[in-house]
């Protein structure tokens, strides 16, 4: 039987039966692999339209690009955030419509942009003045939107400083957007990936509310679009608020901003909080060492690690709850990955147990890893070939 029940019930994450059909699915398969369960993406998609009805959701197409889980957003109705000719020809080829697209990299070669116009995208996230100027001369005419700075305090894994400018860059944009003869159509931010601080989406609402006042009274011009982007959360060890209590809090701070008149288009970017419930990645213990004789903490080497597609455990960032087979006393344990580099080390600090009769060859089940985890495994980094995964065949 599955332990770590000392720490985390199971239940908070899936139900047993639902575990045990993983399982068994599992069984053949060579480890580590991660299966897929659209049912949970499914689930998580018509939570989002049920409790934030006004919202259009874009899937941020990074945090899961498996053709399954693009092709059945695609039937569900979702429109896509795209960030590279890649994964632009990706979603082309399974048949996703240019006009559910935008380009949400504000990152971008002016060639890439150019084809995205030429592929019939019209949508680009802008903060800067020379992607500005690219956009100009390779898209004409399209629909802008201004992507704000935010600071990512509470998120788990922030984006901040890389993406987004200032308020007072934004004016600037906004005003040259005109002049460049593309329409300026809203703006943009992102609070932090698993941001567990709802507030955060607040202060930016209310730097959004400012800009579209100043857009109407300085230069004439209706901003039409907020982009909220990501951030709602997986469950992950920490506890968040549920979807639910996320979309009521949002809807009072557009309130707050907007009173009755909020802006025509409403767009969410979810990545994780769509895939990350879908995954449980499976592996197997490699070795189980102890350093010293001294040594309190054992280190269990599993198959999988940072560069399999455990790069989000980078300073511990993203905390998987984890289930070994197995019984007896909870015994506290390092873990690692696989490969040759030192770096390869998921948790030092954070505690994790394993049972008292855990062996090696035995299994490990990490949940919650549908999300950032194949879309980031290396390439043949000590010749192990990236990420595996299957679907879960419908029960
Ligand atoms: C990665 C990304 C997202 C998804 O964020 P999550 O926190 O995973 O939901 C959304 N929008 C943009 C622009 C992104 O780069």
Redesign the pocket.
């Known amino acids: 039987m599955v332990s770590q029940e000392y720490s985390f019930p199971l239940e908070n994450y899936m139900s047993r039966e639902k575990f045990e059909r993983i399982r068994e699915f599992a069984r053949d398969k060579e480890t580590p692999c991660l299966i897929l369960d659209l049912e949970v993406i499914r689930r998580n998609y018509e939570n989002l339209r049920t409790y934030l009805p006004y919202a259009t959701v ?1 899937y ?1 197409v ?2 899961n690009p498996d053709d399954a889980v693009i092709s059945l957003l695609r039937d569900l109705g979702s429109c896509f ?1 795209v ?1 590279s000719v890649y994964e632009l020809d990706q979603l082309l080829r399974l048949g996703v419509t240019p006009d559910r697209m935008s380009y ?3 990152i971008k070669k002016e060639k890439d942009i150019a084809y995205f116009y030429e592929k019939g995208i019209r949508l680009f ?1 802008t903060d800067s003045m020379q992607d500005l100027d690219k956009i100009s001369r390779a898209a004409p005419g399209s629909k802008v939107f201004f ?1 704000l700075l935010t600071e990512g305090l509470g ?1 788990d ?1 922030p ?1 901040s400083k890389k ?1 987004g400018s200032h308020p007072d860059m934004a004016r600037q944009l906004i005003k040259t957007a005109v002049r460049f003869g593309l329409e300026p159509y809203g703006i ?1 931010f ?6 567990r601080d709802v507030g955060q989406w607040s202060s930016a609402l209310t730097q959004v509310a400012q800009l579209f006042n100043w857009a109407r009274n300085e230069l004439k011009v209706d901003l039409r679009m907020i ?1 909220m ?4 959360p997986a469950n992950y060890i920490e506890p968040t608020e549920s979807i639910q209590q996320y979309a009521e809090d949002i809807k009072r701070f557009l309130d707050n901003s907007f009173g009755q008149e909020w802006p025509e288009k409403i767009i969410i ?6 895939a ?1 419930d879908a995954g449980v990645i499976v592996t197997e213990i490699v070795n189980i060492a102890r350093k010293s004789l001294h040594e309190h903490k054992q280190w269990v080497f599993l198959d999988i690690g940072r560069f399999g597609g455990l790069i989000e455990t980078l300073d511990e960032a993203i905390k998987y709850p984890i289930f070994f087979e197995g019984k007896g006393k909870a015994e506290p344990i390092i873990l690692a990955g696989p490969t040759c580099d030192s770096m390869d080390i998921m948790y030092e600090k954070t505690p994790y147990f394993m049972p008292s009769s855990a062996r090696i060859g035995d299994r490990v089940y990490i949940l919650s890893t549908g ?2 985890t194949q879309s980031y495994s290396s390439v043949y980094f000590n010749g192990f070939p990236p990420l595996r995964s299957y679907i879960l065949p419908e029960g």
Do not use: C, I
């Open positions: 874009y941020a990074k945090a955030d960030a949400g990299n504000t996230v992507r998120a894994w984006l993406f943009s992102h609070p932090g990936s698993q941001q982009n982007g990501g951030g709602f970017e979810p990545g994780r909080s769509m990350g999300a950032y």
